[in-house]
């Protein structure tokens, strides 16, 4: 009954607004973390297409710039762990020890072999039973060349799925002399996301700069306010004046477990109030910690705690629960 309501709500808005596409907000999202993160090698082409052929409903990008001001598509501003840097370009490191992504063109970062997450003092995969280090022939790439092979996928599937980009320490980038934010918006308009009805949301970690977006930059987007401390959980009211949605830590949602039942925080009442969507990062079957299971990660959090959709490594099991759900 519920399913056939949110199947009915969605076909009023599509026949509302015939001419535009809607943005999928009107159910549970499933964000595909640094893509099928959990099969394939982080932020590749390859998890990205992987991930779309697991129908979820966005695939995440981390943006970091290169040299030559080019948005690459990695989780950190260093590239010592995910990439054969230290082997290819031996002095090319900081006096910090690390290789900067910031440092290098994007002709030179494309000479890298890009792999699985290690450690990059001991060598170690970080996920054991991931994609095996080393293996496989995997690049670096530019969120210019994500956005097509996602656009591309779409066209040859005939499936809407997007994107959620987000700017990556934007305040280390004015530091270097260079503007990530306002490089990344021109390059989504340039590919057609440029309001609430495009296909995008947009994530950042700092405030400051997600509200520049809106107010100064004014962009249209759909954005999220990524949060992980304590104290941000008390500035929901300031995040709606600019936000769309709070991507919190998952652990930001649980209280304590009282007779083997999840009590919750305030968090997701109070967002919702607010009008605000809630995506809880990260869920990772391999890395459960406060869980038994999978399966009660999952119920816990987008069923029991209402969330509105989930960054996940494991986007597969996330899909399959929710068809299995509604
Ligand atoms: O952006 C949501 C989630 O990805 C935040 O964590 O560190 O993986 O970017 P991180
Ligand atoms: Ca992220």
Redesign the pocket.
Request: avoid cysteine; charged fraction near 30%; glycine fraction near 6%.
């Given at each position: 009954m519920k399913s056939i309501l949110v199947i009915l709500i969605g076909l009023l808005c599509v026949s509302c607004n015939p001419n535009k596409k809607e943005i999928i907000l009107n159910k549970k999202i499933v964000i595909a973390?640094?893509g099928a993160s959990a099969y394939l090698p982080e932020h590749t082409l390859a998890s990205k297409a992987m991930a779309h052929a697991m129908n979820v409903d966005f695939i995440?990008q981390?943006l970091v710039l290169s040299k030559d001001n080019i948005p690459i598509v990695i989780?950190d501003i260093y590239l010592d762990d995910v990439t054969d840097v230290a082997v290819k370009f031996s002095n090319r490191k900081r006096t910090d020890g690390r290789y900067y992504v910031i440092d290098f063109t994007f002709n030179e970062l494309k000479t890298l072999q890009a792999t699985e997450r290690f450690d990059s003092k001991t060598g170690k995969q970080v996920y054991q039973n991931r994609f095996p280090i080393w293996k496989g022939n995997f690049k670096l790439h530019s969120l210019q060349e994500e956005i097509e092979l996602v656009q591309s996928l779409n066209k040859s599937t005939h499936k809407n799925i997007g994107i959620?980009p987000?700017i990556?320490q934007p305040v280390f980038h004015k530091k270097e002399g260079k503007n990530l934010t306002e490089i990344v918006l021109k390059v989504l308009a340039d590919y057609g996301y440029n309001t609430k009805k495009d296909n995008c949301i947009l994530?950042c970690?700092d405030a400051e700069e997600l509200e520049r977006i809106r107010v100064e930059l004014k962009s249209e987007l759909f954005l999220v306010q990524?949060i992980e401390n304590s104290e941000e959980t008390n500035k929901l009211e300031y995040f709606a004046t600019y936000a769309d949605g709070l991507?919190p830590w998952y652990k930001q949602i649980l209280d304590k477990k009282v007779n083997g039942k999840w009590q919750f925080t305030n968090l997701v009442a109070e967002a919702h109030k607010l009008g605000l969507k809630v995506?809880p990062?990260?869920f990772r079957a391999d890395d459960l910690n406060d869980f038994l299971s999978f399966e009660e990660m999952m119920q816990t959090l987008l069923i029991d705690a209402n969330v509105d959709g989930a960054?996940t490594d494991f986007p597969d099991l996330v899909v399959h629960f929710l068809e299995n759900k509604y």
């Open positions: 973390h640094r995440e981390d989780h959620y987000e990556k994530q970690f990524l991507g995506h990062y990260t960054f």
